[in-house]
Protein backbone atom coordinates (compact mmCIF):
# COMPACT_ATOMS: atom_id res chain seq x y z
CA UNK A 1 0.00 0.00 0.00
CA UNK A 2 0.67 3.48 -0.46
CA UNK A 3 1.59 4.35 3.26
CA UNK A 4 1.77 0.99 5.30
CA UNK A 5 1.25 3.33 8.69
CA UNK A 6 -1.60 5.29 7.67
CA UNK A 7 -3.84 3.40 9.94
CA UNK A 8 -1.63 4.41 12.49
CA UNK A 9 -0.62 7.76 11.61
CA UNK A 10 -3.76 8.97 11.10
CA UNK A 11 -7.20 8.62 13.16
CA UNK A 12 -10.66 8.17 11.52
CA UNK A 13 -12.50 11.23 10.49
CA UNK A 14 -15.89 11.36 8.85
CA UNK A 15 -18.17 13.48 7.31
CA UNK A 16 -19.79 16.20 9.15
CA UNK A 17 -23.21 15.68 9.63
CA UNK A 18 -25.37 19.05 9.95
CA UNK A 19 -26.67 19.08 14.07
CA UNK A 20 -30.20 17.14 14.02
CA UNK A 21 -32.04 20.22 14.52
CA UNK A 22 -30.84 22.34 11.82
CA UNK A 23 -31.61 19.17 9.52
CA UNK A 24 -34.89 18.76 9.99
CA UNK A 25 -35.72 22.29 8.56
CA UNK A 26 -35.59 20.45 5.26
CA UNK A 27 -35.32 17.31 2.98
CA UNK A 28 -31.69 17.78 2.31
CA UNK A 29 -28.73 15.32 2.34
CA UNK A 30 -27.22 16.71 5.69
CA UNK A 31 -23.54 15.41 5.13
CA UNK A 32 -20.52 17.78 4.75
CA UNK A 33 -17.53 16.02 3.24
CA UNK A 34 -14.05 16.53 3.91
CA UNK A 35 -12.09 17.97 1.32
CA UNK A 36 -9.78 16.26 -1.03
CA UNK A 37 -6.50 16.24 0.70
CA UNK A 38 -8.29 14.81 4.20
CA UNK A 39 -9.90 11.98 2.33
CA UNK A 40 -6.72 10.99 1.10
CA UNK A 41 -5.65 10.85 4.44
CA UNK A 42 -8.28 8.11 5.19
CA UNK A 43 -7.88 6.46 2.51
CA UNK A 44 -3.79 5.94 3.64
CA UNK A 45 -5.44 4.72 6.31
CA UNK A 46 -5.93 0.97 4.67
CA UNK A 47 -3.58 -1.11 5.45
CA UNK A 48 -1.94 -4.13 3.71
CA UNK A 49 -3.89 -6.39 5.93
CA UNK A 50 -2.55 -9.46 3.61
CA UNK A 51 -6.71 -10.91 3.28
CA UNK A 52 -9.14 -8.03 2.59
CA UNK A 53 -12.09 -9.67 4.54
CA UNK A 54 -13.80 -5.70 3.28
CA UNK A 55 -14.32 -7.65 -0.09
CA UNK A 56 -15.40 -10.83 1.17
CA UNK A 57 -18.76 -10.61 0.97
CA UNK A 58 -19.07 -14.31 1.95
CA UNK A 59 -21.28 -15.57 4.54
CA UNK A 60 -20.40 -16.28 7.96
CA UNK A 61 -22.59 -17.25 11.18
CA UNK A 62 -25.87 -16.75 8.73
CA UNK A 63 -24.63 -13.30 7.74
CA UNK A 64 -22.87 -11.70 4.99
CA UNK A 65 -19.26 -10.48 6.10
CA UNK A 66 -18.11 -7.71 3.49
CA UNK A 67 -19.18 -6.46 0.30
CA UNK A 68 -21.58 -8.47 -1.84
CA UNK A 69 -20.52 -6.49 -5.04
CA UNK A 70 -16.60 -8.04 -3.98
CA UNK A 71 -15.57 -4.23 -4.52
CA UNK A 72 -12.03 -3.57 -4.88
CA UNK A 73 -12.17 -1.69 -2.00
CA UNK A 74 -7.31 -1.72 -1.15
CA UNK A 75 -6.95 -0.95 -4.72
CA UNK A 76 -8.97 2.10 -5.19
CA UNK A 77 -8.04 3.25 -1.39
CA UNK A 78 -4.41 3.05 -2.60
CA UNK A 79 -5.51 4.94 -5.64
CA UNK A 80 -7.41 7.78 -4.21
CA UNK A 81 -4.54 8.05 -1.81
CA UNK A 82 -2.34 8.27 -4.53
CA UNK A 83 -4.49 11.39 -6.57
CA UNK A 84 -4.76 8.44 -9.14
CA UNK A 85 -8.72 9.53 -9.24
CA UNK A 86 -9.51 8.27 -12.58
CA UNK A 87 -7.70 4.81 -12.37
CA UNK A 88 -9.59 4.89 -8.71
CA UNK A 89 -12.99 5.29 -10.72
CA UNK A 90 -12.30 2.90 -12.86
CA UNK A 91 -11.51 0.07 -10.14
CA UNK A 92 -14.47 1.42 -8.21
CA UNK A 93 -17.06 0.94 -11.46
CA UNK A 94 -15.30 -2.13 -12.60
CA UNK A 95 -17.62 -3.92 -9.85
CA UNK A 96 -20.11 -1.00 -8.67
CA UNK A 97 -22.40 -0.02 -11.43
CA UNK A 98 -24.08 3.00 -9.00
CA UNK A 99 -21.44 4.19 -6.70
CA UNK A 100 -23.25 7.45 -6.10
CA UNK A 101 -25.73 5.47 -4.92
CA UNK A 102 -24.15 2.67 -2.41
CA UNK A 103 -21.89 5.92 -1.20
CA UNK A 104 -25.11 7.47 0.00
CA UNK A 105 -27.54 4.96 1.40
CA UNK A 106 -25.32 1.43 1.83
CA UNK A 107 -25.05 0.12 5.58
CA UNK A 108 -20.69 -0.42 4.45
CA UNK A 109 -20.41 -3.68 5.32
CA UNK A 110 -16.99 -3.59 3.61
CA UNK A 111 -16.53 -1.23 7.28
CA UNK A 112 -17.68 -3.78 9.67
CA UNK A 113 -15.42 -6.11 8.45
CA UNK A 114 -12.36 -4.16 7.96
CA UNK A 115 -8.86 -5.25 9.38
CA UNK A 116 -8.64 -2.08 11.32
CA UNK A 117 -12.13 -2.17 13.20
CA UNK A 118 -10.86 -5.23 15.10
CA UNK A 119 -9.17 -3.09 17.87
CA UNK A 120 -9.80 0.44 16.45
CA UNK A 121 -11.80 2.18 14.16
CA UNK A 122 -12.46 1.05 10.25
CA UNK A 123 -11.45 2.59 7.11
CA UNK A 124 -14.23 5.18 6.01
CA UNK A 125 -14.92 2.86 3.23
CA UNK A 126 -17.80 4.76 2.25
CA UNK A 127 -16.77 8.02 2.52
CA UNK A 128 -13.67 7.45 0.29
CA UNK A 129 -15.82 5.72 -2.78
CA UNK A 130 -18.29 9.23 -2.06
CA UNK A 131 -14.79 11.21 -3.15
CA UNK A 132 -14.07 8.85 -5.84
CA UNK A 133 -17.59 8.98 -7.76
CA UNK A 134 -18.03 12.81 -7.29
CA UNK A 135 -14.96 13.54 -8.41
CA UNK A 136 -15.19 11.25 -11.46
CA UNK A 137 -18.41 13.25 -12.18
CA UNK A 138 -16.24 16.73 -11.69
CA UNK A 139 -13.66 15.59 -13.93
CA UNK A 140 -15.95 13.90 -16.67
CA UNK A 141 -14.74 10.49 -15.94
CA UNK A 142 -18.46 9.06 -15.44
CA UNK A 143 -19.91 10.60 -18.75
CA UNK A 144 -21.96 8.28 -21.06
CA UNK A 145 -19.66 5.75 -22.79
CA UNK A 146 -22.49 4.09 -25.99
CA UNK A 147 -21.14 0.50 -26.66
CA UNK A 148 -19.76 0.35 -30.04
CA UNK A 149 -21.12 -2.50 -31.59
CA UNK A 150 -25.09 -3.44 -31.07
CA UNK A 151 -25.94 -7.37 -31.30
CA UNK A 152 -29.06 -6.70 -32.43
CA UNK A 153 -30.65 -8.63 -29.35
CA UNK A 154 -33.53 -6.94 -27.18
CA UNK A 155 -34.50 -7.12 -23.85
CA UNK A 156 -37.09 -5.78 -21.29
CA UNK A 157 -36.20 -4.88 -18.01
CA UNK A 158 -39.28 -4.99 -15.96
CA UNK A 159 -38.86 -2.55 -12.69
CA UNK A 160 -36.50 0.70 -12.46
CA UNK A 161 -35.10 -0.27 -8.96
CA UNK A 162 -31.08 -1.54 -8.42
CA UNK A 163 -31.52 -4.68 -9.49
CA UNK A 164 -33.30 -3.39 -12.60
CA UNK A 165 -31.07 -0.44 -13.42
CA UNK A 166 -27.86 -2.85 -12.83
CA UNK A 167 -29.48 -5.34 -15.06
CA UNK A 168 -29.95 -2.62 -17.85
CA UNK A 169 -27.00 -0.92 -17.16
CA UNK A 170 -24.83 -4.05 -17.78
CA UNK A 171 -26.92 -5.44 -20.76
CA UNK A 172 -26.32 -1.85 -22.62
CA UNK A 173 -22.58 -2.42 -22.03
CA UNK A 174 -22.50 -5.72 -23.53
CA UNK A 175 -24.42 -4.40 -26.98
CA UNK A 176 -27.96 -5.59 -26.19
CA UNK A 177 -31.24 -3.25 -27.12
CA UNK A 178 -32.69 -2.23 -23.50
CA UNK A 179 -35.68 -1.34 -22.61
CA UNK A 180 -36.71 -0.58 -18.67
CA UNK A 181 -40.55 -0.47 -17.83
CA UNK A 182 -41.03 1.46 -14.69
CA UNK A 183 -44.93 1.33 -13.35
CA UNK A 184 -44.40 4.74 -11.35
CA UNK A 185 -43.68 8.31 -13.30
CA UNK A 186 -40.65 8.69 -12.38
CA UNK A 187 -37.20 6.06 -12.96
CA UNK A 188 -35.46 4.28 -9.91
CA UNK A 189 -37.87 2.34 -7.46
CA UNK A 190 -37.41 2.47 -4.26
CA UNK A 191 -34.28 4.72 -4.92
CA UNK A 192 -36.35 7.31 -6.04
CA UNK A 193 -39.75 6.40 -3.65
CA UNK A 194 -38.85 4.68 -1.17
CA UNK A 195 -35.30 6.42 0.06
CA UNK A 196 -35.99 9.56 1.56
CA UNK A 197 -34.61 12.78 -0.34
CA UNK A 198 -32.36 13.41 3.22
CA UNK A 199 -30.77 10.32 2.09
CA UNK A 200 -30.44 10.47 -1.76
CA UNK A 201 -31.34 13.36 -3.13
CA UNK A 202 -33.14 12.44 -6.32
CA UNK A 203 -30.90 15.16 -8.65
CA UNK A 204 -28.38 11.86 -7.81
CA UNK A 205 -30.85 9.60 -9.78
CA UNK A 206 -31.67 11.94 -12.35
CA UNK A 207 -27.87 12.42 -13.39
CA UNK A 208 -27.03 8.66 -13.69
CA UNK A 209 -30.48 7.89 -15.26
CA UNK A 210 -29.57 10.68 -18.00
CA UNK A 211 -26.26 9.12 -18.85
CA UNK A 212 -27.40 5.68 -18.99
CA UNK A 213 -30.15 7.17 -21.47
CA UNK A 214 -26.84 8.65 -23.65
CA UNK A 215 -25.72 5.34 -24.04
CA UNK A 216 -28.58 3.58 -25.45
CA UNK A 217 -31.28 2.56 -22.88
CA UNK A 218 -34.71 2.89 -23.53
CA UNK A 219 -37.17 4.08 -20.24
CA UNK A 220 -40.78 4.06 -20.03
CA UNK A 221 -42.50 4.78 -17.31
CA UNK A 222 -45.96 5.17 -16.03
CA UNK A 223 -46.87 1.73 -17.60
CA UNK A 224 -47.76 -1.18 -15.37
CA UNK A 225 -46.47 -4.55 -16.62
CA UNK A 226 -49.05 -7.32 -15.88
CA UNK A 227 -51.58 -4.22 -15.62
CA UNK A 228 -51.29 -1.69 -19.04
CA UNK A 229 -49.16 -4.51 -21.02
CA UNK A 230 -49.41 -8.39 -21.43
CA UNK A 231 -46.47 -10.42 -21.01
CA UNK A 232 -47.35 -12.22 -23.96
CA UNK A 233 -47.27 -8.62 -25.96
CA UNK A 234 -43.20 -8.52 -24.48
CA UNK A 235 -42.26 -12.24 -25.29
CA UNK A 236 -42.77 -11.83 -28.84
CA UNK A 237 -41.65 -8.21 -28.68
CA UNK A 238 -37.94 -9.42 -26.92
CA UNK A 239 -35.72 -11.87 -26.92
CA UNK A 240 -35.28 -12.04 -23.22
CA UNK A 241 -37.56 -10.44 -20.48
CA UNK A 242 -35.84 -9.56 -16.74
CA UNK A 243 -38.54 -9.21 -13.70
CA UNK A 244 -37.33 -7.02 -11.65
CA UNK A 245 -39.89 -6.05 -9.93
CA UNK A 246 -38.80 -5.63 -6.23
CA UNK A 247 -40.41 -7.09 -3.04
CA UNK A 248 -43.39 -4.82 -2.65
CA UNK A 249 -45.71 -6.99 -0.71
CA UNK A 250 -45.92 -5.06 2.79
CA UNK A 251 -46.23 -6.89 6.10
CA UNK A 252 -49.56 -5.90 7.48
CA UNK A 253 -50.35 -5.55 11.60
CA UNK A 254 -53.44 -8.11 12.64
CA UNK A 255 -55.02 -6.12 15.09
CA UNK A 256 -58.52 -4.83 16.42
CA UNK A 257 -59.66 -1.57 15.31
CA UNK A 258 -57.00 -2.38 11.87
CA UNK A 259 -59.72 -0.60 9.38
CA UNK A 260 -59.67 2.52 11.28
CA UNK A 261 -58.38 5.40 9.37
CA UNK A 262 -55.11 7.07 9.96
CA UNK A 263 -53.18 3.78 8.99
CA UNK A 264 -50.48 3.23 6.23
CA UNK A 265 -47.75 1.13 5.03
CA UNK A 266 -44.62 2.91 5.50
CA UNK A 267 -44.19 2.52 1.84
CA UNK A 268 -46.94 4.52 0.62
CA UNK A 269 -45.99 7.17 3.42
CA UNK A 270 -42.45 7.65 2.16
CA UNK A 271 -43.68 7.48 -1.51
CA UNK A 272 -46.34 10.21 -0.87
CA UNK A 273 -43.66 12.40 0.59
CA UNK A 274 -41.16 12.23 -2.07
CA UNK A 275 -43.71 12.39 -4.64
CA UNK A 276 -44.97 15.94 -3.14
CA UNK A 277 -41.66 17.26 -2.81
CA UNK A 278 -40.65 16.57 -6.16
CA UNK A 279 -44.03 17.58 -7.83
CA UNK A 280 -45.18 20.62 -5.24
CA UNK A 281 -42.69 21.58 -2.84
CA UNK A 282 -44.95 19.72 0.06
CA UNK A 283 -48.34 21.24 -0.69
CA UNK A 284 -50.37 21.10 1.64
CA UNK A 285 -53.18 18.18 1.36
CA UNK A 286 -51.03 16.13 -1.67
CA UNK A 287 -49.57 14.17 0.56
CA UNK A 288 -49.52 11.89 4.42
CA UNK A 289 -48.59 14.35 6.56
CA UNK A 290 -47.99 13.96 10.16
CA UNK A 291 -47.61 17.75 11.09
CA UNK A 292 -49.05 18.01 14.33
CA UNK A 293 -49.92 14.49 14.91
CA UNK A 294 -48.78 11.70 17.68
CA UNK A 295 -47.25 9.41 15.52
CA UNK A 296 -46.29 5.48 15.85
CA UNK A 297 -44.43 3.93 13.75
CA UNK A 298 -44.38 -0.17 13.77
CA UNK A 299 -40.83 -1.79 12.66
CA UNK A 300 -37.23 -1.04 14.20
CA UNK A 301 -35.63 -1.40 10.69
CA UNK A 302 -34.31 1.50 7.91
CA UNK A 303 -37.45 2.26 6.73
CA UNK A 304 -38.86 2.68 10.52
CA UNK A 305 -35.96 4.99 10.74
CA UNK A 306 -36.75 7.02 7.69
CA UNK A 307 -40.34 7.15 8.89
CA UNK A 308 -39.53 8.72 12.33
CA UNK A 309 -36.73 11.69 10.24
CA UNK A 310 -39.57 11.94 7.94
CA UNK A 311 -42.34 12.48 10.32
CA UNK A 312 -40.49 14.84 12.48
CA UNK A 313 -39.66 17.06 9.28
CA UNK A 314 -43.32 17.19 8.65
CA UNK A 315 -43.64 18.64 12.06
CA UNK A 316 -45.22 15.91 14.07
CA UNK A 317 -46.53 16.23 17.72
CA UNK A 318 -44.59 13.72 19.12
CA UNK A 319 -43.28 9.94 17.59
CA UNK A 320 -42.61 6.35 18.97
CA UNK A 321 -40.96 3.93 17.54
CA UNK A 322 -42.69 0.24 18.32
CA UNK A 323 -39.68 -2.69 17.88
CA UNK A 324 -40.88 -6.71 19.10
CA UNK A 325 -37.49 -7.62 19.56
CA UNK A 326 -34.82 -6.53 22.52
CA UNK A 327 -32.71 -3.94 22.44
CA UNK A 328 -29.72 -5.40 20.97
CA UNK A 329 -26.33 -5.01 22.94
CA UNK A 330 -24.08 -1.70 22.69
CA UNK A 331 -21.15 -3.20 21.88
CA UNK A 332 -20.44 -7.04 19.97
CA UNK A 333 -21.31 -10.09 22.29
CA UNK A 334 -18.58 -12.39 22.87
CA UNK A 335 -20.80 -14.88 20.00
CA UNK A 336 -20.57 -12.25 17.84
CA UNK A 337 -17.05 -11.64 17.00
CA UNK A 338 -15.10 -9.98 14.06
CA UNK A 339 -15.24 -9.96 11.13
CA UNK A 340 -19.09 -11.41 11.19
CA UNK A 341 -21.58 -8.14 11.05
CA UNK A 342 -22.27 -6.37 14.56
CA UNK A 343 -25.54 -7.14 15.85
CA UNK A 344 -25.44 -4.45 17.92
CA UNK A 345 -27.57 -1.21 18.89
CA UNK A 346 -27.31 1.67 15.94
CA UNK A 347 -29.13 4.87 16.42
CA UNK A 348 -30.11 6.01 13.12
CA UNK A 349 -30.35 9.55 12.01
CA UNK A 350 -33.74 9.31 12.22
CA UNK A 351 -33.52 8.33 16.24
CA UNK A 352 -30.74 11.03 16.75
CA UNK A 353 -33.53 14.22 15.83
CA UNK A 354 -36.05 12.29 17.61
CA UNK A 355 -33.75 13.14 20.65
CA UNK A 356 -33.20 16.57 19.86
CA UNK A 357 -36.70 17.15 19.46
CA UNK A 358 -38.64 15.08 22.19
CA UNK A 359 -35.43 14.51 24.54
CA UNK A 360 -35.77 11.04 24.41
CA UNK A 361 -34.88 7.70 22.13
CA UNK A 362 -38.37 6.73 20.01
CA UNK A 363 -37.90 3.23 20.45
CA UNK A 364 -39.73 1.02 22.35
CA UNK A 365 -38.48 -2.49 22.68
CA UNK A 366 -40.50 -6.04 23.15
CA UNK A 367 -43.71 -4.35 22.75
CA UNK A 368 -46.57 -4.39 20.07
CA UNK A 369 -49.85 -2.92 18.90
CA UNK A 370 -52.86 -5.04 20.41
CA UNK A 371 -55.75 -2.95 19.51
CA UNK A 372 -56.21 0.13 17.16
CA UNK A 373 -58.82 2.26 18.87
CA UNK A 374 -60.69 4.92 16.66
CA UNK A 375 -63.66 7.90 17.42
CA UNK A 376 -67.35 7.20 15.78
CA UNK A 377 -65.92 9.30 12.59
CA UNK A 378 -63.66 6.30 11.95
CA UNK A 379 -60.38 8.21 12.83
CA UNK A 380 -57.62 6.87 14.93
CA UNK A 381 -57.04 8.01 18.40
CA UNK A 382 -55.67 5.78 20.46
CA UNK A 383 -53.63 2.63 20.65
CA UNK A 384 -53.85 -0.48 23.14
CA UNK A 385 -49.72 -1.60 23.37
CA UNK A 386 -48.74 -4.73 25.25
CA UNK A 387 -45.56 -6.11 26.55
CA UNK A 388 -43.58 -8.47 25.23
CA UNK A 389 -41.61 -11.09 26.39
CA UNK A 390 -39.44 -14.65 24.50
CA UNK A 391 -40.45 -18.00 24.85
CA UNK A 392 -39.33 -21.23 23.83
CA UNK A 393 -41.60 -23.50 21.63
CA UNK A 394 -41.30 -26.79 23.08
CA UNK A 395 -42.39 -28.16 19.67
CA UNK A 396 -39.98 -26.28 17.53
CA UNK A 397 -37.31 -25.39 19.88
CA UNK A 398 -37.84 -21.86 18.20
CA UNK A 399 -38.11 -18.51 20.72
CA UNK A 400 -41.51 -16.76 20.08
CA UNK A 401 -42.16 -13.49 21.08
CA UNK A 402 -45.57 -13.48 23.24
CA UNK A 403 -47.67 -11.21 25.42
CA UNK A 404 -47.23 -10.61 29.00
CA UNK A 405 -50.43 -10.96 30.28
CA UNK A 406 -51.55 -7.27 32.12
CA UNK A 407 -49.28 -5.48 30.49
CA UNK A 408 -51.77 -3.44 28.24
CA UNK A 409 -51.27 0.70 28.13
CA UNK A 410 -52.50 3.01 25.93
CA UNK A 411 -50.85 5.68 23.71
CA UNK A 412 -52.54 9.22 21.86
CA UNK A 413 -51.99 8.40 18.07
CA UNK A 414 -53.53 9.56 15.23
CA UNK A 415 -51.20 8.48 12.54
CA UNK A 416 -49.74 4.75 12.28
CA UNK A 417 -47.15 4.27 9.89
CA UNK A 418 -46.80 0.50 9.77
CA UNK A 419 -42.89 -0.42 8.44
CA UNK A 420 -42.97 -4.37 9.14
CA UNK A 421 -41.04 -5.45 6.21
CA UNK A 422 -42.52 -7.01 2.80
CA UNK A 423 -43.76 -10.44 2.30
CA UNK A 424 -42.00 -10.86 -1.08
CA UNK A 425 -43.26 -10.28 -5.02
CA UNK A 426 -46.88 -8.80 -5.68
CA UNK A 427 -49.05 -11.53 -7.45
CA UNK A 428 -49.77 -10.16 -10.22
CA UNK A 429 -46.95 -10.05 -12.17
CA UNK A 430 -45.85 -13.45 -11.52
CA UNK A 431 -49.30 -14.80 -12.42
CA UNK A 432 -49.50 -12.64 -15.61
CA UNK A 433 -45.93 -14.25 -16.66
CA UNK A 434 -46.60 -17.91 -15.03
CA UNK A 435 -43.45 -17.77 -13.07
CA UNK A 436 -42.87 -20.56 -10.28
CA UNK A 437 -42.65 -18.83 -6.75
CA UNK A 438 -41.28 -19.75 -3.53
CA UNK A 439 -43.36 -20.57 -0.18
CA UNK A 440 -42.13 -16.67 0.29
CA UNK A 441 -43.67 -15.77 -2.69
CA UNK A 442 -40.22 -15.19 -4.48
CA UNK A 443 -39.80 -16.05 -7.89
CA UNK A 444 -38.15 -19.59 -8.22
CA UNK A 445 -35.14 -20.56 -10.06
CA UNK A 446 -32.46 -22.90 -9.10
CA UNK A 447 -29.90 -22.06 -7.03
CA UNK A 448 -27.29 -19.59 -7.97
CA UNK A 449 -29.82 -18.87 -10.99
CA UNK A 450 -31.69 -16.32 -12.48
CA UNK A 451 -34.02 -18.07 -15.33
CA UNK A 452 -37.30 -18.72 -14.08
CA UNK A 453 -39.63 -21.51 -15.05
CA UNK A 454 -40.84 -20.00 -17.79
CA UNK A 455 -38.16 -19.83 -21.13
CA UNK A 456 -36.82 -16.47 -22.32
CA UNK A 457 -37.73 -14.40 -18.77
CA UNK A 458 -35.56 -14.17 -16.04
CA UNK A 459 -35.36 -12.42 -12.37
CA UNK A 460 -33.24 -10.21 -10.32
CA UNK A 461 -33.20 -8.24 -7.05
CA UNK A 462 -35.65 -8.66 -4.15
CA UNK A 463 -38.32 -10.31 -6.11
CA UNK A 464 -35.94 -13.02 -6.58
CA UNK A 465 -34.15 -12.55 -2.80
CA UNK A 466 -36.75 -11.36 -1.07
CA UNK A 467 -36.43 -7.87 0.36
CA UNK A 468 -32.60 -6.69 1.23
CA UNK A 469 -29.99 -4.10 0.62
CA UNK A 470 -29.31 -1.83 -2.52
CA UNK A 471 -25.98 -3.52 -2.40
CA UNK A 472 -27.77 -7.04 -3.27
CA UNK A 473 -29.80 -5.62 -5.29
CA UNK A 474 -26.87 -4.56 -7.47
CA UNK A 475 -24.94 -8.16 -6.97
CA UNK A 476 -28.20 -9.84 -8.22
CA UNK A 477 -28.99 -7.68 -11.24
CA UNK A 478 -24.76 -7.91 -13.01
CA UNK A 479 -25.36 -11.39 -12.01
CA UNK A 480 -28.52 -12.26 -14.02
CA UNK A 481 -27.26 -10.14 -16.85
CA UNK A 482 -24.56 -12.30 -17.30
CA UNK A 483 -26.62 -15.07 -17.08
CA UNK A 484 -29.09 -13.23 -20.07
CA UNK A 485 -26.25 -12.33 -22.19
CA UNK A 486 -25.18 -16.20 -22.01
CA UNK A 487 -28.25 -17.05 -23.15
CA UNK A 488 -28.19 -14.87 -26.04
CA UNK A 489 -25.13 -14.86 -27.35
CA UNK A 490 -23.79 -18.38 -26.19
CA UNK A 491 -20.84 -16.82 -23.92
CA UNK A 492 -19.94 -14.13 -22.14
CA UNK A 493 -17.82 -11.53 -21.27
CA UNK A 494 -19.90 -9.66 -18.39
Not at 419 to 431: D, I
Request: hydrophobic share 35%; charged share 30%.
Amino acid sequence: MGKPTGFLDYEREDAKASSPKERIKNFNEFHEHLSEEKQKCQAARCMDCGVPFCQNGKVISGMVSGCPLNNLVPEWNDLLYHGNMEQAYNRLHKTNNFPEFTSRVCPALCEKACTCSLYGDAVSVRDNEYSIIENAYKEGYASAKKPSVRTGKKVAVIGSGPSGLAVADQLNKRGHSVTVYERDDRVGGLLMYGIPNMKLEKHVIDRKVNIMKEEGIKFITGVNVGKDIKASVLLKQYDKVVLACGSRNPRDIKAEGRDAKGIYFAVDFLTSTTKSLLDNDLKEGTFISAKGKDVVVIGGGDTGNDCVGTAIRHGAKSVIQLEMMPKAPDKRAENNPWPEWPRICKTDYGQEEAIAVFGNDPRIYQTTVKEFKKDKSGNLTKLVLVKLEAKKDEKTGRLNMVEIPGSEYEVNCQLVLIAAGFLGSENYVTKEFKVDITDRTNVATKAGKYATSVPNVFTAGDMHRGQSLVVWAIREGRDCAREVDESLMGYTML
